[in-house]
């Protein structure tokens, strides 16, 4: 793989917070692995372990969530001949670089960000890495000159405080060394919903792994939320949630016979549930015995994240020498 091509740089990173779940494949997932198995980026993904620092405890649960976060990339056709898959830590560069940014940031602007205003909305003991998380966040971005950064719509405004770094840096250093990047955000699945029907996630426990067993996935599928509708009733697709995460799975064709088959009547919400089961479980077929078998054998994934994490590394420590030498951190002049 050329990774000094003129292509542009695509860069990505997921939260090993938990097993993945079909909000992260639809709404980020499924763009990196498209985009950076098209072959026409630079593209470096990565699992974000130090971001995961925030909020996870454990050393053994944290490599265990990083290896399960691999395995289902490559489980669900990453391809690695394409796209450098590794582990943020892999790159220590990126803290120092969070570092030289704090610097550049002021305090009043890293509390207007979305995700900490929640946090405190909660709870006043916010850690000092979560509200720090933005500016760890813009280092992985612009350590690697990112053109585009695929994410769901709750990340729109980390990349804006990616491009707002960039310019304080450039502007204070007046220099021209960071790139601005852009965020990609895929229409149509900002929201993909769980169980329940509000957006999915594992803090509302409404969510669907990816790679669960098969009674689990059963179990998750049949208690989907519904109304109360007859077999008979004709049901607007549109309002109802079997069949708005069924339809990820669709392509066009197969969209449109869904839709009819809703809005006919003659369609109740079990024989909607166990078509939304078989799809899923048609989706799994190969991935998941893949993504078992990696699991078992983690060592393989960890040479190859080693690998990664070097090629990766390299290109961070390029820059990195630049930004030293601009901000004083070097001994030449
Ligand atoms: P998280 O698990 O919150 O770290 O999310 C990882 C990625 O998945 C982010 O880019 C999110 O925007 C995306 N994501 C998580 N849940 C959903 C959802 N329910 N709908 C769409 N995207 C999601
Ligand atoms: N904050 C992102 C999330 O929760 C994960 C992430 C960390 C990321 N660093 C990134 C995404 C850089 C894109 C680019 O999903």
Not at 150 to 162: F, L, S
Not at 290 to 309: A, C, I, R, T, W
Not at 314 to 332: C, F, Q, Y
Request: charged share 30%.
């Amino acid at each position: 793989m050329s990774n000094s091509s003129n292509k542009k740089v695509l860069v990505s990173g997921i939260k090993p917070t938990g097993r993945l779940h079909f909000g992260n494949y639809f709404g980020a997932m499924k763009q990196n692995i498209e985009l950076g198995n098209s072959g026409e980026y630079e593209s470096y993904v990565f699992i974000a372990d130090y971001h995961a620092l925030t909020t996870v405890k454990n050393g053994d649960e944290l490599r265990k969530q990083t290896i399960e976060a691999v395995a289902s990339y490559l489980a669900c056709g990453l391809d690695t001949t394409k796209v450098i898959l590794f582990k943020q830590s892999d790159v220590r560069e990126v803290t120092e670089l969070t570092w030289i940014f704090n610097n550049l940031v002021t305090v009043p602007y890293m509390m207007r960000a979305h995700a900490f205003k929640d946090q405190e909305a909660r709870s006043k003991d916010v850690n000092v890495g979560l509200f720090d998380y933005p500016v760890l966040m813009a280092s992985d971005i612009l350590i690697y000159d990112a053109d585009i950064v695929p994410v769901g719509a709750d990340q729109k405004q980390h990349i804006e405080y990616a491009r707002d770094i960039a310019g304080y840096y450039n502007r204070a250093y007046n220099i021209e060394e960071f790139k601005l990047p852009k965020e990609l955000i895929m229409a149509g699945v900002e929201n993909v919903p769980g169980i329940d029907g509000q957006k999915m996630s594992k803090s509302y426990n409404n969510h669907i792994e990816l790679f669960c067993s098969d009674d689990e996935l059963k179990k998750r599928v049949m208690s989907i939320v519904t109304d109360s509708a007859t077999p008979e009733d004709k049901k607007n697709p549109d309002e109802n949630n079997i069949y708005k995460i069924h339809k990820l799975f669709l392509n066009k064709e197969a969209d449109e016979v869904l839709r009819s088959k809703f809005s006919n009547g003659g369609y109740s919400y079990k024989e909607a549930k166990e078509e939304l089961l078989a799809t899923i479980m048609k989706w799994r077929e190969g991935k998941l015995e893949k993504y078992n078998h990696l699991v078992d054998n983690f060592s393989e994934l960890n040479s190859l994240l080693e690998k990664n994490g070097g090629v990766a590394c390299e290109k961070a420590k390029i820059k990195m020498e630049k930004i030293r030498k601009t901000v004083g951190l070097t001994n030449t002049f």
